[in-house]
């Protein structure tokens, strides 16, 4: 099974991805040295060590899956960082921070409309949330084709047929900004980037390892019990498609689309 705590481990070398977007990110929502900062989904917290780094205010992580809010314990903790194991959605602070960061997590939430109200609620008056996060229903091509080889493939067709996927993928900036709205923000900036990488086959499939995987090999989003050959058998797939994206040149073109958002709590 691939789920964030089994992946935990290998997680901080292999978001590469993850890692570029939020450098994006951190410019976007200009932490100051004085800011109170929560880090929401915080994963192995090597990006929340950063935050650290820019402010002496509070610095708060969170993240729902065990494995990896202890990685992040035990790694940085003795950092003058709090982790709590809690998702966005049962955040329980009022007035706390001055800014929200949210790198490559918004995607994985169950109930944006109550998360994003714990969020409105846990920031001070004119504080912000910024957020970086996989987009469009295309939100990565070479994903989407690796997971159409799986639905064909016969040995990953029929069990593939029972997965429904976990992500929240809206096509446009504007549908972004509409959620954020509702909750109460106004939102100071949105847009859809497209970025494009090379990368080797094996570094395309650790990619995919570090958070796609997480969704389609985990046993929670399937509504018939998945086998352990049948997560070899996806693996091999996903592998094939990956070499033969290569081809000749021996290198994939990854194409990620993604949202950022800034928006201030009035
Ligand atoms: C791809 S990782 C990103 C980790 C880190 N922010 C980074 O950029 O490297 C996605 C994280 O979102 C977390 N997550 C999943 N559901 C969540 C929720 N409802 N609230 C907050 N975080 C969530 C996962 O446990 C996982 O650690």
Redesign the pocket.
């Known amino acids: 099974m691939a789920n964030?705590t089994e992946i935990s481990s290998k997680y901080e070398n292999d978001?590469i991805v993850?890692?570029s977007a939020?450098e994006i990110l951190f410019d976007l929502l200009d932490i100051q040295t004085s800011d109170d900062v929560l880090d929401?989904?915080?994963?192995t917290g090597h990006?929340t060590k950063i935050i650290r780094d820019k402010t002496n205010g509070k610095v708060v992580g969170?993240?729902?899956?065990k494995g990896?809010i202890e990685k992040a314990k035990e790694k940085y903790a003795n950092h003058g960082i709090v982790f709590r194991n809690c998702?966005?959605?049962e955040l329980d602070y009022q007035n706390e921070f001055n800014k929200i960061f949210c790198?490559?997590?918004f995607q994985?939430?169950?109930d944006h409309r109550k998360?994003l109200k714990a969020c409105h609620n846990a920031l001070k008056q004119n504080g912000k949330i910024a957020i970086q996060a996989p987009a469009k229903e295309i939100y990565c091509p070479n994903f989407i084709e690796a997971i159409n080889a799986v639905r064909i493939n016969e040995s990953t067709r029929t069990v593939f047929e029972f997965f429904t996927p976990p992500w929240l993928f809206l096509n446009t900036s504007d549908e972004y900004s509409a959620l954020f709205q509702e909750t109460g923000f106004k939102v100071e900036r949105s847009w859809i980037d497209e970025a494009v990488t090379y990368h080797s086959s094996e570094e395309a499939y650790k990619i995919f390892e570090s958070?796609a995987a997480a969704g389609y090999l985990n046993q929670d989003y399937y509504s018939v019990s998945i086998s352990q050959e049948y997560i070899e058998e996806f693996r091999k797939v996903v592998r094939n498609s990956f070499d033969e994206q290569a081809g000749e040149t021996g290198k994939v073109k990854l194409v990620f689309y993604r949202i950022y958002l800034l928006a201030i709590k009035e």
Do not use: R, T, Y
């Not at 929401?40 to 994963?43: D, P, R, Y």
């Open positions: 964030f978001s993850q890692k939020s929401i989904g915080c994963g990006l969170i993240d729902p899956s990896m998702s966005a959605e790198n490559s997590s994985w939430f169950k998360a958070g």
